[in-house]
């Protein structure tokens, strides 16, 4: 087995960017889809994607367990379990909100143009899917991660409206592509 690496203490940042399906980003004319995505560098092509001032995400995974009876060298038997891998899930929470945000809310079927009305809650879904990239950065700025895959952006809290700013949080669950990657920058 080989020696751990990159050992550290880790503050990071994350820059979160999601692309609809079948859009268009400039630096790569192919329609975005679970096997054409967009070049991420330079990242500049994902700006006008941003999920905008992410304060926190999380990954989580949910687990299928199966637990069985093995027989023991000296008799009798034993419990053992096997895991399965179900889903991937990364939470995010913002103050900041977007068009893409705002059709989710709402349930619009498209993201919202200013001065333009739509029917509220015209979905029968509550996601868009597209392609996710996020970038984890340490305290000096310095990228440290890269991950991206395909998911579902689902907006699970609206906020509230009062005297404080909305605080709003997504989910992006990942789904399967064999273009989904991690990378380890640094």
Known sequence: MAAYTTIRR???????????????????????????????SPTT???NF?????????CEKEFEEETFKIPKAAGGYT????????KVT???????????LKQLEHGLSTQPVVGTAQSPF??????????????????TGVVTERIQVWSRIRLTDAGEVGPNTKK???????RDSTQNSYLLVA
Not at 123 to 128: I, L, P, S, T
């Open 50 to 58: 941003q999920l905008h001032d992410t304060e926190t995400i999380k």
């Open 90 to 100: 990364y939470t995010g929470t913002t103050a900041k909100t977007n068009s893409l």
């Open 168 to 174: 709003l949080t997504y989910t992006l669950e990942v």
């Open 122 to 139: 015209a979905r029968n879904d509550d996601y868009v899917e597209g392609l996710a990239f996020i970038e984890l950065q340490n305290k």
């Open 10 to 40: 880790e503050l990071l940042n994350a820059r979160v960017y999601f692309i609809p399906a079948g859009e268009v980003v400039d630096a790569n004319p192919a329609l975005t889809a679970t096997t054409a995505w967009p070049d991420n």
């Open 79 to 86: 419990d053992d379990m096997e895991s399965t891998l179900k």
């Open 45 to 47: 092509n994902y700006t």
